[in-house]
């Protein structure tokens, strides 16, 4: 008996995915050469799944403004903001965020991941209930394990379920909390969330939408799926991370909620843990400048995804069930989703493995992601390559051939 | 319907039966990972389909605790009589 026994299943898997000689699971970059190139395993690939929306991790304002900052305020913050104390940085990012929002509060946290943990557990208390979107990330569930409430699961993107499973609780004391995402990150669709407000209203509930994938990707100024769908007055809490729109690494929580700032000193995943470095906390602001100063960067990136997705859809790929930054392939079993991967990369195109449990309904995904820096040229090429590796697995008919058409005619 | 643990029991292998692929003896010690291959998510998308018929909502720390048939049938009841 081992102690690493109970990850029998888990270990198989990966066994599985290294007789494919090649492990999605492990790869490495050898060299980023910009945010849609690198050299993997000695050859120059096409990146198609970074989640480098807007394409600003080199961007030579970020990278001045980080760059500064590492030599003013050194590399690392070296404790937690209760025990250490706070630098100007992280609360002028605060301050920034809340602007952009138009909210009074935000707080920032080292990851993605601990802002969804910390607000999720910490707000809700042992007698409130939260109610996830099926298809929530493990961050959010991860998040309500750590907390004390009762924890509801409703159908994924249904109002209606929704609203049952709040009638169902409507005579239990304790306050109710909704949690949906912006743009779910699996397979690219977002939430009718003008319907879930209207929910959220009538049953007296608070509502809290993360935006990781949908920051600087949806609404009038990239404030997200809340704009988008001008319900940002009933949604009480906005989750975000800077790792995918901004180029950085951290997340972060806003509000209008009086009293918010008391989190500060009842979230766990807040208070003991190191700080966002200055570099990262400076390029992020800088992020966000570039974010609001530049919407074309927005209008690129929707570009791209809507031509990735409509190619792969012309080839007679399974996808997700609308357009965004995200499309994913639909593959009938994870050995196909692997061998296809590997296929693209050996062709020098990087996408993303996505396996059940973690995607919706057990589906096996080829997940790509478009960057606001990638060429109409390069998603060309991608589709080309996506056409001629389908057609040898037997997945789709359509050949190279009906992409370069394509392409033709739309530059025609 | 009165939710006796009979008829809980009926409900839940007779979807069980509907949606499994290849036809399992179903029992109170059935383990549903190791029988049945079903994995977390999917373990709460079929508790779903049960709650829907049953009209109630298993808190999720519930689901967790649930490793057999028989288990699921005594949560059910439990949640059920409480509600």
Known sequence: ?412 | MDNSVSEIREVIFGTLRATLRNPVELTDQTNIANDLGLDSVAVMDFVMEIEDQLNVSVPLDRIAEVQTLGDLVETLHNVLSNA
């Open chain 1, 1 to 412: 008996m081992s102690l690493f026994d109970k990850f029998g299943a888990l270990a198989a898997q990966v066994a599985e995915a290294e007789r494919a000689a090649t492990n999605p699971f492990s790869v490495v970059l050898d060299h980023v050469l910009s945010p849609t190139e690198a050299i993997i395993r000695g050859r120059r690939a096409l990146l198609l799944g970074t989640n480098n929306y807007l394409g600003l991790t080199y961007d030579p304002d970020v990278i001045a403004k980080s760059a500064k900052a590492v030599r003013e305020f050194g590399t690392g913050t070296t404790g937690s903001r209760i025990a250490n104390g706070s630098y100007d940085g992280h609360q002028r990012l605060e301050r920034e965020l809340a602007a952009f929002y138009g909210r009074r509060h935000a707080m920032v946290f080292s990851t993605g991941y601990q802002a969804n943990l910390g607000i999720i557990s910490t707000l809700a208390g042992k007698n409130d209930h939260l109610l996830l979107d099926a298809d929530c990330h493990a961050s959010i569930y991860d998040g309500a394990r750590l907390g004390q409430a009762q924890v509801t699961r409703f159908r994924h993107n249904s109002p209606e379920d929704l609203s049952q499973r709040l009638r169902r609780l409507a005579d239990v004391p304790g306050d109710k909390i909704i949690i949906v995402e912006g743009i779910y990150s699996m397979l690219g669709d977002s939430a009718p969330l003008k319907e879930f407000a209207a929910v959220s209203r009538e049953a007296g509930a608070y509502l809290i939408v993360d935006e990781a994938h949908s920051l600087g990707v949806l609404g009038q100024t990239g404030r997200g799926l809340a704009e988008a769908a001008g319900v940002e007055a009933d949604v009480d809490f906005i989750l975000g991370t800077f790792s995918k729109s901004l180029g950085g690494v951290g997340g972060y929580c806003v509000s209008d909620l009086a009293g918010f700032d008391i989190l500060r000193v009842a979230c766990r995943p807040y208070m003991f843990t190191a700080s966002p470095p200055p570099g990262n906390v400076a390029g992020t602001l800088e992020a966000l400048h570039q974010l609001r100063a530049r919407p074309i960067l927005r209008q690129q990136l929707n570009d791209r995804g809507r031509q990735l997705y409509a190619g792969l859809a012309a080839l007679g790929f399974d996808l997700g069930p609308e357009p965004s930054p995200v499309v994913s392939v639909i593959l009938p079993e994870p050995q196909a989703a692997i061998e296809f991967w590997k296929r693209l990369l050996d062709a020098g195109l990087y996408t993303n493995v996505s396996l059940p449990p973690a995607t919706p309904k057990s589906l096996s995904l080829l997940r790509s992601s478009v960057s606001a820096a990638h060429s109409p040229a390069q998603i060309d090429h991608a589709l080309a390559l996506f056409a001629e590796v389908g057609q040898e697995m037997g997945l789709v008919s359509a050949g190279p051939k009906a992409v370069r058409r394509a392409a033709a005619g739309r530059t025609a």
